[in-house]
């Protein structure tokens, strides 16, 4: 229920600008929802791209997670393949959890998310979870071009990002959750934009999720690449 609560009225929603700059002479749209969660995005989008043929892969090393008439991959996209340490949250799975331990680290953030959520005694846990690059996945799956490409890995951004650089060339558009420390995320967002500009991508919109980095020493942000035509 408070993930709910959470998802409706705190998180930035881009459904519109993403289904603007969708190309409308595709009749055939793949998307993948990395760090899907329990797939509000895709099933949110799915809606709205009725008129298309679609095809949905979502994405979630979450150990507990299960997902009803949706197809997933209990998998964690990295830069190599293996098995990777996970920082799992145990008081509320769907923030923070992730290969890297900025959230996990964040004593003020961890804190206070414990009393909000009303389980003091759980914490953060290590588990070992499947990893894959993205280019290695979709050469397997035979997977030539993705259209919308949701990006949800909680601080791992290049980790993500160093493992999909052929995949990238074949994307059309990312929407990108970025998170780091406060003192050190306006450095992280202008490398992602310089990556990111080097296979094309323009950022369309940025907005600030103001919820995490209260009460916090993180700083996250919703952006929106466009591919340059």
């Not at 009303?118 to 397997?140: A, E, H, P, R, Y």
């Amino acid at each position: 229920m408070l993930y709910k609560i959470i998802n409706r009225f705190l998180y930035n929603d881009f459904t519109k600008e993403i289904l603007e700059n969708v190309d409308k002479n595709k009749k055939y749209i793949t998307v993948f929802d990395v760090g899907c969660f329990v797939g509000n995005f895709s099933k949110d989008l799915k809606k709205k791209l009725n008129k298309y043929k679609t095809s949905f892969y979502l994405f979630d090393p979450n150990p507990d997670l299960e997902l009803k008439n949706w197809k997933y991959f209990r998998l964690a996209f990295s830069d190599k393949k293996g098995f990777q340490n996970y920082n799992f949250n145990t008081f509320f799975p769907p923030s923070g959890s992730s290969l890297s331990a900025v959230s996990k680290n964040d004593w003020l953030w961890s804190f206070t998310r414990r009393i909000i959520t009303l389980n003091l005694s759980k914490k953060f846990i290590t588990l070992k979870v499947q990893t894959d690059t993205l280019d290695n996945f979709c050469k397997k799956k035979n997977i030539f071009h993705i259209n919308i490409l949701k990006i949800d890995v909680e601080g791992s951004d290049f980790q993500f990002l160093n493992g999909a650089k052929k995949t990238l060339k074949k994307t059309d558009l990312i929407q990108f959750e970025i998170l780091d420390k406060k003192k050190k995320f306006n450095g992280k967002l202008k490398r992602i934009k310089s990556f990111l500009k080097k296979y094309g991508f323009k950022l369309n919109k940025i907005e600030n999720i103001w919820s995490l980095g209260t009460l916090s020493n993180m700083k996250a942000m919703t952006a929106l690449f466009i591919k340059e035509k």
